[in-house]
C-alpha cells in the first residue's frame, strides 16, 4: 500500500532536531496537535480498505513556569506564511502574528499592549496547586473560571501540501522582555507538543495505528533515559466526519468516560540509543492500533498526560516504578496533569459498489467490475471509474441511481464515478412488453405489417421514439416489425405526464412485437 504522505517520517523530522534541557530535569508537555492534516492516503486500487482524509487535533497547554505569560509561541522551521491556513482564535489573545524568518515561519498569540498603563491588557496566569482531573474546559474562552485557570488553547492549521516541509517545529511561553517593556520573548522552557501520527502498518488489514512519540534522548557522554511521563487514551468512533472546532474537552464526542479508555497509564519514557547498552525498560513510543468500526467516519481519541514524580536512577535517569512494570502509579508517582490532547482521524472506505435492478450487466473500462459476477470492488481515493450499462436481450436499461448518480445522467449507458468514498450505483433495466405471433386461419391469405400507434389522453404533451420514427403530435404511428422501440412522454407546459396505458403500463414504455400494438400517453393539467 502506497501512502502519498508518511505521517510518522513527518514527526520524526519535527522531532529530529529538538534541544534537550540539560541545564533541568523537567520538560513540560502539552500532549496535543496544533497540525490539522490534511491527509490523502489509500492503498492501491488491489487492496485499498481505508483512507485517511484528514487528522486533526487541538491541545491544551499550562503554564507551570510560575509567572504570567502574556503570549504563546509556535515555531515552525521549513514553512512560510503562504503555507498556513487559519489558526485557532478561542483564546484571550485572538488572531495570531504569523511571521516569517529566513528558513521558516512564527506563529505568535500576544497580548495586547496598553501604552497608558505600561501593562499588558491580558495573561495567562500560572496554574496553581496540584490536579489530577482534565482541565474540563477550563483553558476555553467563556469558560467561568478561564482568567484564572492557568492555561490555554492553541492551534495552528499547516496546508496539505506543505506538510512534507516542516523539518521542526517548537513551542513556548512568552513572558515580557525586561529590557525592553511593551515587548514578549519566548520562555527558554520549551513545551514539547507530540503529534499522533497516523499510517496502515499492514496493507492486507483495516488497522489504522495512532503513534505517539517522546524526543529522542540527549547524546553522550552519559547515556541517559529521557523525562518520564505518564499517558492515558480514550477512543470512541463516529458515523461522520468530525471539525477541528469540535475538538475540545467540553464536546460530548471527545471520548472521557471510563468505559472509552483505552490505554490506562502507561509511562513513556524515551531509552538511549541502542548502542549504549542497558535494559530499554521503558518505550519512548506509543501506538494504539485497530480497525475501524463498519460504517464509522471518523476515530477520536483523548490523550491526557500527567507528571511522573516517583524516583529516578541517579545515573541513568531511568524511572523505578513501585511497580516494576511501571503500569500501575502508586499515589507518590504521579502528579499533576500536564496536557489534554483531542485528536481525530477522519476515514472512509473507498469502494465502488454495483447494484443491478433487473436483467443486463455492468462493466467498468478497468476490467474490474463485471456485475453480472463481480459487483464490488476497493478502489484508491480519487480514482475514476467508467462504468458501461448494457441491457440483456428484450430489455431496455432504464437509468442510473445510488450515491455518485450526479455523475450519470439519466438513460445514458456509459457514466464516470469518482471515488470519494463507498460508492454504491444502481443500474434498472425493464423488461420490453412483448406480443405473441400472428393469428392463424383465415384461408392461406397474406399478412399485415405490424404497426406502432401512439394516442395522447387527457392534455397536451409529445412522444418521441428511438429509434427515431414517432414525434406524436405530427407522427402518430410507425412500423414495429421486428423492432425495439422505446417512448419518450414530455409533458407541454402546465401539464404532468402521469403514465401508459395499452400496449405499456407504469411511467415507462419499451414494446417489441410481430402484430401491432397501441398505446397511450396520459397526462394531466397542473
Not at 515552525?76 to 504569523?98: C, M, R, V
Not at 469502494?351 to 443491478?356: A, I
Given at each position: 500500500?502506497?501512502?502519498?504522505?508518511?505521517?510518522?517520517?513527518?514527526?520524526?523530522?519535527?522531532?529530529?532536531?529538538?534541544?534537550?534541557?540539560?541545564?533541568?530535569?523537567?520538560?513540560?508537555?502539552?500532549?496535543?496537535?496544533?497540525?490539522?492534516?490534511?491527509l490523502?492516503?489509500?492503498?492501491?486500487?488491489?487492496?485499498?480498505?481505508?483512507?485517511?482524509?484528514?487528522?486533526?487535533?487541538?491541545?491544551?497547554?499550562?503554564?507551570?513556569?510560575?509567572?504570567?505569560?502574556?503570549?504563546?509561541?509556535i515555531?515552525?522551521?521549513?514553512?512560510?506564511?503562504?503555507?498556513?491556513?487559519?489558526?485557532?482564535?478561542?483564546?484571550?489573545?485572538?488572531?495570531?502574528?504569523?511571521?516569517?524568518?529566513?528558513?521558516?515561519?512564527?506563529?505568535?498569540y500576544?497580548?495586547?499592549?496598553?501604552?497608558?498603563?505600561?501593562?499588558?491588557?491580558?495573561?495567562?496566569?500560572p496554574?496553581?496547586?496540584?490536579?489530577?482531573?482534565?482541565?474540563?474546559?477550563?483553558?476555553?474562552?467563556g469558560?467561568?473560571?478561564?482568567?484564572?485557570?492557568?492555561?490555554?488553547?492553541?492551534?495552528?492549521?499547516?496546508?496539505?501540501?506543505?506538510?512534507?516541509?516542516?523539518?521542526?517545529?517548537?513551542?513556548?511561553?512568552?513572558?515580557?522582555?525586561?529590557?525592553?517593556?511593551?515587548?514578549?520573548v519566548?520562555?527558554?522552557?520549551?513545551?514539547?507538543?507530540?503529534?499522533?501520527?497516523?499510517?496502515?502498518?499492514?496493507?492486507?488489514?483495516?488497522?489504522?495505528?495512532?503513534?505517539?512519540?517522546?524526543?529522542?534522548?540527549?547524546?553522550?557522554?552519559?547515556?541517559?533515559?529521557?523525562d518520564?511521563?505518564?499517558v492515558?487514551?480514550?477512543?470512541?468512533?463516529l458515523?461522520r466526519?468530525?471539525?477541528?472546532d469540535?475538538?475540545?474537552?467540553t464536546?460530548?464526542?471527545?471520548?472521557?468516560?471510563a468505559?472509552?479508555?483505552?490505554?490506562?497509564?502507561?509511562?513513556?519514557?524515551?531509552?538511549?540509543?541502542?548502542?549504549?547498552?542497558?535494559?530499554h525498560?521503558?518505550?519512548?513510543?506509543?501506538?494504539?492500533?485497530?480497525?475501524?468500526?463498519?460504517?464509522?467516519?471518523?476515530?477520536?481519541?483523548?490523550?491526557?498526560?500527567?507528571?511522573?514524580?516517583?524516583?529516578?536512577?541517579?545515573?541513568?535517569?531511568?524511572?523505578?516504578?513501585?511497580?516494576?512494570?511501571?503500569?500501575?502509579p502508586?499515589?507518590?508517582?504521579?502528579?499533576?496533569?500536564l496536557?489534554?490532547?483531542m485528536?481525530?482521524?477522519?476515514?472512509?472506505?473507498?469502494?465502488?459498489?454495483?447494484?443491478?435492478?433487473?436483467?443486463?450487466?455492468v462493466?467498468?473500462?478497468?476490467?474490474?467490475?463485471?456485475?453480472?459476477?463481480?459487483?464490488?470492488?476497493?478502489?484508491?481515493?480519487?480514482?475514476?471509474?467508467?462504468?458501461?450499462?448494457?441491457?440483456?436481450?428484450?430489455?431496455?436499461?432504464?437509468?442510473?441511481?445510488?450515491?455518485?448518480?450526479?455523475?450519470?445522467?439519466?438513460?445514458?449507458?456509459?457514466?464516470?464515478?469518482t471515488?470519494?468514498?463507498?460508492?454504491?450505483?444502481?443500474?434498472?433495466?425493464?423488461?420490453?412488453?412483448?406480443?405473441?405471433?400472428g393469428?392463424?386461419?383465415?384461408?392461406?391469405?397474406?399478412?399485415?405489417?405490424?404497426?406502432?400507434?401512439?394516442?395522447?389522453?387527457?392534455?397536451k404533451?409529445?412522444?418521441?421514439?428511438?429509434?427515431?420514427?414517432i414525434?406524436?403530435?405530427?407522427?402518430?404511428s410507425?412500423?414495429?416489425?421486428?423492432?425495439?422501440?422505446?417512448?419518450?412522454a414530455?409533458?407541454?407546459?402546465?401539464?404532468?405526464f402521469?403514465?401508459?396505458?395499452?400496449?405499456c403500463?407504469?411511467?415507462?414504455?419499451?414494446?417489441?412485437?410481430?402484430?401491432?400494438?397501441?398505446?397511450?400517453?396520459?397526462?394531466?393539467?397542473?
Open positions: 500500500m502506497a501512502l502519498v504522505i508518511d505521517l510518522f517520517q513527518i514527526w520524526r523530522n519535527i522531532m529530529k532536531k529538538y534541544k534537550h534541557d540539560s541545564k533541568s530535569r523537567t520538560i513540560k508537555h502539552a500532549c496535543g496537535a496544533v497540525l490539522t492534516l490534511s490523502f492516503a489509500a492503498a492501491s486500487a488491489a487492496n485499498a480498505v481505508v483512507a485517511l482524509i484528514g487528522g486533526l487535533g487541538n491541545f491544551d497547554a499550562a503554564n507551570y513556569e510560575g509567572q504570567n505569560a502574556y503570549g504563546f509561541e515555531k515552525i522551521e521549513g514553512l512560510q506564511a503562504s503555507d498556513l491556513s487559519q489558526s485557532w482564535t478561542g483564546n484571550k489573545f485572538g488572531n495570531p502574528l504569523i511571521e516569517n524568518y529566513a528558513t521558516g515561519v512564527y506563529v505568535r500576544q497580548s495586547a499592549y496598553d501604552p497608558v498603563a505600561l501593562k499588558f491588557v491580558s495573561a495567562t496566569v496554574r496553581a496547586g496540584s490536579s489530577l482531573t482534565s482541565f474540563a474546559g477550563a483553558c476555553y474562552m469558560y467561568p473560571s478561564y482568567n484564572n485557570a492557568g492555561c490555554d488553547h492553541f492551534g495552528v492549521h499547516i496546508n496539505y501540501a506543505a506538510l512534507s516541509k516542516v523539518t521542526n517545529t517548537s513551542y513556548r511561553w512568552m513572558f515580557e522582555d525586561s529590557a525592553n517593556p511593551g515587548h514578549l519566548g520562555s527558554t522552557t520549551t513545551i514539547m507538543v507530540p503529534t499522533p501520527t497516523y499510517s496502515f502498518p499492514d496493507p492486507a488489514t483495516q488497522e489504522i495505528a495512532a503513534t505517539i512519540e517522546l524526543p529522542p534522548t540527549p547524546p553522550a557522554p552519559i547515556p541517559q533515559y529521557g518520564a511521563t505518564w492515558k487514551v480514550f477512543k470512541t468512533e458515523t466526519a468530525v471539525k477541528l469540535e475538538l475540545v474537552d464536546n460530548a464526542i471527545v471520548p472521557q468516560d468505559t472509552q479508555l483505552e490505554t490506562d497509564y502507561k509511562l513513556m519514557q524515551a531509552s538511549p540509543p541502542p548502542e549504549s547498552g542497558g535494559n525498560k521503558q518505550n519512548g513510543k506509543l501506538v494504539n492500533q485497530g480497525s475501524p468500526n463498519s460504517g464509522s467516519k471518523a476515530v477520536i481519541r483523548r490523550y491526557e498526560s500527567y507528571e511522573y514524580t516517583g524516583a529516578y536512577d541517579a545515573i541513568t535517569h531511568e524511572a523505578l516504578c513501585a511497580d516494576p512494570t511501571c503500569s500501575v502508586i499515589s507518590t508517582e504521579i502528579g499533576n496533569i496536557a489534554a490532547q485528536a481525530a482521524v477522519n476515514i472512509n472506505v473507498p469502494s465502488l459498489t454495483v447494484t443491478k435492478v433487473g436483467t443486463g450487466n462493466a467498468s473500462a478497468d476490467k474490474i467490475i463485471s456485475c453480472g459476477s463481480k459487483c464490488t470492488s476497493p478502489y484508491a481515493l480519487g480514482t475514476v471509474i467508467a462504468l458501461t450499462a448494457q441491457a440483456a436481450s428484450n430489455n431496455t436499461f432504464a437509468g442510473w441511481a445510488g450515491v455518485g448518480a450526479e455523475l450519470c445522467t439519466g438513460t445514458t449507458l456509459t457514466c464516470n464515478v471515488i470519494s468514498d463507498a460508492m454504491n450505483i444502481s443500474a434498472t433495466f425493464n423488461a420490453v412488453v412483448a406480443t405473441g405471433g393469428g392463424g386461419g383465415g384461408g392461406g391469405g397474406g399478412s399485415t405489417a405490424a404497426t406502432l400507434t401512439v394516442k395522447t389522453s387527457g392534455g404533451g409529445t412522444i418521441t421514439s428511438n429509434p427515431a420514427g414525434l406524436c403530435g405530427n407522427i402518430c410507425m412500423s414495429l416489425s421486428g423492432k425495439v422501440i422505446a417512448l419518450t414530455t409533458p407541454d407546459a402546465g401539464f404532468h402521469v403514465n401508459w396505458s395499452g400496449a403500463t407504469g411511467t415507462s414504455c419499451t414494446v417489441v412485437g410481430n402484430t401491432s400494438l397501441s398505446v397511450q400517453a396520459n397526462f394531466a393539467k397542473n
